[in-house]
């Protein structure tokens, strides 16, 4: 069953116009469909890559937030804070601390209660 259905489009790679002899046709030669297909791999291949970065960057925070206790580096770092400004916070008695030996240990109890 064939069609004489003859209709003007745009070609959604180049912009040039033809005429599509479906009503679903989207590109005006092999060529351009080829280079349009190639041109979604290369975002599906660049989104992927971005959400898996993403999640290697994110990683050391979960992991930071399922601890019970953390170094002091790791309180700056989930928080987003130097060392100076944890200091002082520790300093004026706004957060608790433990000495094991020379390390010292903030509860991420202490810490969650320091916002409330």
Request: with cysteine.
């Amino acid at each position: 069953m064939s069609s004489n259905i003859r209709v003007l489009r745009i070609c959604e790679h180049c912009g040039e116009e033809f005429i599509a002899k479906t009503t679903v046709t989207r590109f005006c030669g092999d060529r351009c469909a080829k280079a349009a297909y190639k041109a979604r791999q290369k975002e599906e291949k660049i989104e992927k890559s971005n959400k898996e970065t993403e999640k290697t960057i994110l990683q050391p925070l979960l992991d930071l937030q399922a601890k019970e206790f953390l170094t002091i580096d790791e309180t700056c770092r989930l928080l987003g804070i130097s060392r100076t400004t944890l200091w002082r916070i520790i300093k004026q008695g706004k957060l608790k601390k433990a000495k094991l030996g020379t390390r010292v240990i903030i509860r991420k109890q202490d810490l969650n209660s320091l916002f409330e």
